[in-house]
């Protein structure tokens, strides 16, 4: 089992930037794949951005592409989301998620991100 604890969400204006952050323990961090994914009000949770256990690929949705960079750094068991170009349609709560190779998930408990116009 792995347990997940996210930070760095808070208030931002549009055009702004900020670096979320995932931090795990328990089992082997690098057996993970990470991911964050987002939920804004009144709608489903969406996926962001993915990374794989070495940090040699990575994914993300239509949305963030080109203004959003997943990164993992595996001796410090943290992954993390960096955020640039921030629009209010942004606003969210942002969940990590770790994967194991059995396809079993892990998430924490959210940080709230919130744009201003």
């Known amino acids: 089992q792995v347990q997940l604890v996210e930070s760095g969400g808070r208030l931002v204006q549009a055009g702004g930037a900020l670096r979320l952050s995932c931090a795990a323990s328990g089992d082997a961090f690098s057996s993970y794949s990470m991911g964050w994914f987002r939920r804004a009000p009144g709608r489903d949770r969406e996926f962001v951005a993915a990374?794989?256990?070495?940090?040699?690929?990575?994914y993300f949705a239509d949305f963030a592409k080109g203004r959003f960079t997943i990164s993992r750094d595996n001796a410090k068991n943290t992954a993390y989301l960096q955020m640039n170009s921030l629009k209010p349609e942004d606003t969210a709560v942002y969940y990590c998620?770790?994967?194991?190779?059995?396809?079993?998930?892990?998430w924490g408990q959210g940080t709230q991100v919130t744009v201003s116009s």
């Open positions: 990374i794989n256990w070495s940090g040699s690929q990575s």
């Open positions: 998620n770790a994967r194991n190779s059995y396809n079993r998930d892990y």
